[in-house]
Each structure stands twice: as structure tokens, then as C-alpha cells.
């Protein structure tokens, strides 16, 4: 993921990172809170993830949920869920995130979408696989979702997922003709190291711009107050023309500054500066032609790379920084 976070911020992409050696999220709450008995909030949230994967709609996941022994009130503003043995319902809309009433229905049509996805797959021949890009989404690392707290429908479903995407990996390497782990990653540094090139140079060319812009500015702020600052400079730089003349005179002094700052002697001509702008916006204009596929394939190589790992369970030698296959992973179908 932060892979694929420094590509969004245009930043470079690091191949060989090292290890975290921090916590993940069940290790550090089990650390602070020791065995205790889950909460009722989070036994609800445990149960929702239990049969969302298998609701038809939000009407569904009601009657699901009273079919689970909750008592489930709808009748109100606030929809409450009461199990068995809690003395006070708790309320869906004090449930956050994943878990919050516009969130359960977007996930499940997004399972509804997943579930007809995976009956059309079984109709799609070779050659329509191979007329059109393939697109892969990032493998779940199921172990470290169980141990965070989800339960076993979500595990049914996330094995589901996981062997539909491990799939479409493996014909999207093929579309790409590429026949190795190794091959892979040379390919997505490649990719990545254009990707990060070519923003390099859009920055580059938007400062310039920015650059060109202020200075635009500032001359012309700077030929609107030489009049008055000559008169200043005529009057003995006198108190009482400054107090009248404040605004204009401060100006000019800044635009002076600005152009010191960039070690102009002589100003440049307006029109030499429109016409240097207007050669970067065509250039700009050439790269963005590319920007957004190059973006695109390098987060396709990205997320192909790390599956790929996963399905080959590729670890890193931290002595020498290269990749150790073992057996493959337990998922693999």
C-alpha cells in the first residue's frame, strides 16, 4: 500500500524496503487490554462481517441478523441491535467505518457485484481474456484479518476472492508476456522509474510556470510604481510623501526584492516570458499524454508484484537482499 501511495504523490517507489518491526493492530490491543471478553460493540461488528458476504440486500442482512439472535428494532430513526444477554441495545449509527448502515450497503453490492462477477468468469473464453486487459487487485492477507477480528464468513469469502484474483494475476502476466518473478520485477522498477520521471518533469516545468508567473507579476507591479518611487527617491525619501504614497512604494520595494532574489540584472521582456510559458505548457501538455497510463501500468505491476509474492511466497534474505522461494503459499489454488 504504500507503494502504491508514493506513486498517487508522485513519489519514487522504494523496491527493497526493510522490515517493520512494529505491531500489528490485534497484537497491540491484545497488549493493552489483555483477554478481555470483546466488547458488545465489536462482538456485533464480528457477527455483521459473519453474514454480510451472503446478504441480498440491507432488508436481508436484518432478517439475518435476527436469524443470528439478535433482536434487531428497525421500526424507529435509530436501528438497534440487541443480543442475547445485553442489557442496552446498541446502535447501528454508533458503529463507524466498515460497519456504519451506508457502508454495509455499499459492501454489499460490492459482494452482489463479486458473486456475479465470479458466475460470468466461468463463461469468458481465452481469446476474450487476451482482447482485453485483465485487472488485479491486491490478494488479502486473511491470517492478519482473522486475528484483527473477522469471522468466518468473511474468511469463506476473502479464500473466495483471494483464488478469483490469483487467477486473474496469472492471466494478466501472461497478457504482459511475462514469464517470471524476476522478469516482473525488473519490469514494474522500469515502469515506476519512468512514472517517477516523467512526474519529476511536470513539477519541474509547473515550478517553472509559477516561477514565470510571479515574475510577471512583479514587473509589472514594478513599472506601475516607479513613477511615484522615483518621486520618493526626488523628495529625500521625506516622511510625509511616504506616509501618502505607503502601499505604492512598498510594492516596488518587494518587487525590487523578489528580483534580487533571483539574481536578475536585467528584467526580461513580458513577451520573451509568455512565450517561454507557453513552450512549457506544450511540453506539459506532451507528458500528461502519457502520465495517467504510466501511472496506471505501474500500479497494475505493483499489485501483480505482490500477489506474485503471495502465490509464490517470496520472502526477502536479509542478508543479501534477494528473493527466497519456498513451498507455495496454502492459498494457492
Not at 470483546?38 to 436484518?62: G, M
Not at 520485477?185 to 511536470?202: L, Q
Amino acid at each position: 500500500m504504500s507503494d502504491i501511495i508514493c506513486l498517487e504523490h508522485g513519489l519514487s517507489v522504494i523496491e527493497n524496503p526493510k522490515p517493520s518491526k512494529g505491531k500489528n493492530y490485534a497484537e497491540w490491543m491484545k497488549e493493552k487490554h489483555g483477554n478481555k471478553e470483546p466488547s458488545w460493540q465489536n462482538k456485533l461488528r464480528q457477527k455483521i462481517d459473519e453474514v454480510l458476504p451472503f446478504c441480498a440486500s440491507f432488508e436481508d442482512f436484518l432478517t439475518t441478523m435476527k436469524d443470528a439472535g439478535y433482536k434487531v428494532n428497525d421500526n424507529r430513526k435509530h436501528i438497534t441491535f440487541l443480543a442475547e444477554g445485553q442489557k442496552k441495545p446498541t446502535r447501528l449509527s454508533t458503529l463507524k467505518g466498515d460497519h456504519a448502515e451506508e457502508a454495509i450497503r455499499r459492501r454489499i453490492e460490492e459482494y452482489l457485484a463479486s458473486r456475479k462477477s465470479d458466475k460470468s468468469d466461468g463463461a469468458v473464453s481465452s481469446s476474450t481474456v487476451v482482447s482485453n486487459t485483465v485487472k488485479v487487485s491486491w490478494l488479502i492477507d486473511i491470517q492478519a484479518k482473522i486475528q484483527a477480528g473477522k469471522g468466518a464468513g468473511y474468511e469463506h469469502w476473502a479464500h473466495l476472492f483471494n483464488i478469483k484474483e490469483m487467477a486473474r494475476t496469472l492471466m494478466y502476466l501472461k497478457e504482459q508476456n511475462i514469464e517470471s518473478y524476476d522478469e516482473l520485477a525488473e519490469k514494474s522498477a522500469e515502469v515506476s522509474a519512468d512514472f517517477s520521471r516523467v512526474t519529476s518533469d511536470i513539477r519541474a516545468i509547473e515550478s517553472r510556470q509559477k516561477d514565470i508567473s510571479e515574475l510577471q507579476r512583479q514587473i509589472g507591479t514594478y513599472g506601475k510604481t516607479r513613477d511615484i518611487y522615483s518621486a520618493y527617491k526626488r523628495s529625500g525619501f521625506h516622511a510625509d510623501f511616504y506616509e501618502k504614497n505607503r502601499t505604492n512604494i512598498a510594492l516596488h520595494e518587494a518587487a525590487r526584492k523578489h528580483f534580487d532574489s533571483l539574481g536578475v540584472k536585467k528584467l526580461p521582456k513580458i513577451s520573451e516570458l509568455k512565450q517561454e510559458y507557453a513552450a512549457l505548457h506544450a511540453e506539459k501538455k506532451k507528458l500528461y499524454a502519457g502520465y495517467h497510463d504510466l501511472k496506471d501500468k505501474s500500479r497494475e505491476l505493483l499489485v501483480a508484484k505482490h500477489n506474485a509474492k503471495r502465490i509464490l511466497d517470496i520472502k526477502l534474505d536479509e542478508q543479501n537482499r534477494e528473493p527466497l522461494r519456498t513451498a507455495p503459499h496454502a492459498e494457492t489454488p
